[in-house]
């Protein structure tokens, strides 16, 4: 298991923002940090750590340039999503991306669209394709939402939901909506689902508030999962974890041969 670092852009600056809000709605979004430093700047201390596999967001428009600066400054080593399309996929990767990631582009009408799917893969290769499948509860199951995190589709997570997206893919993201952002503590159920069910690498995300977090993940997804931290960490004002301590961990973890 491994601590997967992050650079979440909204209007082209790097925050944190609570998932849940993450709406055109004027007035709903809750920010709990924007940096004055530039995203480049964050990818520089991945690149310095050894941090490979990091998520580079782009939460709506507006985030080009950041992202293809962050890019530029660990070529190679971080992952971007957000707006990419079997058209604009191949580009990103030779801006310097390691793979792409995707959510909405693959879901119309609340459903899989297969075909769009089929073109991904086939387009920049399954290994250079991560799937973001985040997930609100509803009843007992977790729904994949699309959208900015605001519409629910009819796909849920499942064994056989994960086995399915696996065929197309190299990795999943899944960040547990309904906790992200918060500080509060991670969504347990869900992540000891995805520990059970991945049937290829997969990185959690939400709710990590203390480096007790990653170990308790590390438990309940059965040393199958990495996990993201975001606003808890102090590069994000936070002060639940430190980056210092994250790096640790993965080092921790690469002394001990956890792969």
């Given at each position: ?9 909204h ?5 944190q ?7 055109e ?27 490979p ?23 190679g ?6 707006g ?12 310097g ?10 879901f119309?009408?609340?459903r ?45 997570i499942s ?7 696996a065929?197309f ?13 918060r500080c ?33 993940i ?13 606003s ?8 639940g ?19």
């Amino acid at each position: 298991m491994k601590f997967r670092p992050c650079i979440d852009l909204h209007g082209g600056r790097v925050k944190q923002i609570v998932g849940a809000t993450l709406s055109e709605t004027a007035g709903t979004l809750r920010t709990n940090f924007a940096s004055d430093l530039p995203a480049a700047h964050y990818a520089e201390l991945y690149r310095r750590d050894r941090l490979p596999g990091g998520h580079v967001i782009m939460l709506g428009p507006g985030n080009e340039e950041a992202a293809a600066s962050a890019l530029a400054a660990y070529r190679g080593g971080l992952q971007l999503g957000g707006g990419i399309t079997a058209a604009n996929a191949g580009a990103w990767l030779d801006r310097g991306a390691a793979a792409v990631i995707v959510t909405s582009y693959v879901f119309r009408g609340g459903r899989v669209d297969g075909d769009r799917l089929r073109e991904l893969a086939a387009a920049v290769g399954p290994e250079r394709l991560v799937l973001d499948l985040s997930c609100r509860r509803r009843g007992d199951d977790y729904f994949v939402v699309t959208d900015r995190w605001q519409k629910f589709t009819e796909v849920n997570i499942s064994p056989e939901s994960l086995s399915y997206f696996a065929t197309f893919c190299g990795e999943l993201l899944i960040h547990g909506v309904d906790v992200e952002g918060r500080c509060a503590g991670i969504d347990e159920e869900l992540v000891a689902r995805l520990g059970r069910w991945t049937p290829i690498p997969a990185t959690y995300a939400g709710g990590v508030r203390s480096i007790a977090d990653l170990y308790r993940i590390k438990e309940l997804g059965g040393g199958r999962l990495d996990a993201t931290i975001g606003s808890a960490l102090d590069i994000f004002g936070g002060s639940g974890v430190t980056y210092a301590q994250a790096v640790a961990f993965n080092r921790a973890e690469e002394a001990a041969g956890t792969p």
